[in-house]
């Protein structure tokens, strides 16, 4: 779907992928038959845009196919779908029946993040409608924080230099200009918008900037003003919005317990205090825990906010809230 901002500037607004499980081409296209074509269809448009998820084997499949390529492109295009962002912050399996901490490997001390990156930004430039300026692939924010080292940090700065390069090189032999946000989240190395700021900047400005997601930006307690006028002072630009809200409990503990139900195996729901938002180490057991059973059974203060994608139009039951 595309929106027009007021200063006539085109918006891409896109559907995510990556809820539905599909790993390589054929399920890729059913999942698009199963859920993307009705959400187009009951909008009532002629094209919906998505943000799709592609799993490193098949990334790599068609990052070395151009046949392969053009066949996606004119399977979303008869579907009436077009891609101008990928998520790249899942690897693969992200829809096992457990996947919690697993979904942060391989980081960006590996070669492998970059090569599936990079694969990503050579699909997507194929991909990309004729008439988009550019396209943007959403990343993990380097790792989760532990373990995070010196020796770690020096071999994602690398990497990150090597990543640059090899969006330039796609703009060199596409025409295309593909740009990767990292996404900060509860519990990485890059968990709050003041660690990019202070992590991040010095990245090339014109490939590498920030993916803001809603809901990680209010577990973590940061007014969106402030936050962008953070990103924007250390010269990191956001290259992606991921439109969501949080769960918050204003008393997480008392009563019947609302959030037990709301514990579950497969994901990580980190759980934040407002203390966070102030403290030097926003992961800080004092208000933090890295996922909502360890929450409920430390019985942190409250008010929390839990890292779920709450919808928009959807709030949960009272008393819970969303952001």
């Given at each position: ?76 295009t ?115 918008t003041d660690?990019?700021?202070r992590?991040?900047?010095g990245l ?15 577990c ?16 990191l ?11 918050e ?14 514990v ?10 407002p ?34 994608h709450?919808p ?6 009272p ?5």
């Amino acid at each position: 779907m595309r929106l027009r901002h007021a200063d006539g500037s085109t918006v891409h607004l896109g559907y995510c992928t990556n809820v539905h499980p599909a790993e390589d081409l054929p399920g890729i296209l059913g999942q698009l038959d199963t859920y993307a074509v009705p959400v187009r269809e009951r909008l009532g448009g002629d094209l919906l845009g998505l943000g799709l998820w592609l799993a490193a084997p098949v990334a790599a499949e068609l990052a070395a196919d151009a046949g392969l390529r053009r066949r996606l492109r004119t399977e979303l295009t008869v579907r009436g779908l077009e891609v101008v962002t990928l998520n790249g912050f899942p690897y693969a399996a992200f829809q096992a029946p457990v996947v919690k901490g697993a979904v942060y490997h391989p980081d960006w001390s590996t070669a492998e993040r970059t090569r599936y990156t990079l694969d990503l930004a050579r699909v997507l430039a194929d991909l990309l409608p004729d008439d988009a300026g550019r396209g943007s692939v959403s990343t993990l924010p380097l790792a989760w924080r532990t373990p995070w080292d010196a020796e770690r940090a020096d071999a994602a700065r690398r990497r990150l230099d090597e990543l640059a390069d090899g969006l330039a090189a796609v703009q060199r032999e596409t025409g295309r200009v593909v740009r990767v946000g990292f996404e900060p989240e509860p519990g990485c190395v890059v968990e709050s918008t003041d660690q990019a700021a202070r992590l991040l900047s010095g990245l090339d400005p014109q490939r590498l900037g920030i993916c803001l997601d809603l809901a990680h930006l209010a577990c973590a307690w940061e007014e969106p003003a402030a936050a962008l006028a953070r990103l924007r002072a250390a010269h990191l630009s956001v290259v992606k919005v991921q439109v969501s809200a949080a769960l918050e409990a204003a008393d997480p503990t008392g009563g019947a317990d609302p959030l037990r139900p709301w514990v579950e195996p497969r994901f990580l729901h980190q759980t934040r205090g407002p203390g966070c938002a102030h403290a030097a180490d926003p992961a800080d057991p004092a208000y933090a825990a890295d996922d909502l059973d360890a929450a409920l059974d430390a019985r942190l203060p409250g008010p929390w906010r839990v890292h779920y994608h709450v919808p928009l139009h959807a709030p949960p039951e009272p008393p819970l809230t969303s952001t």
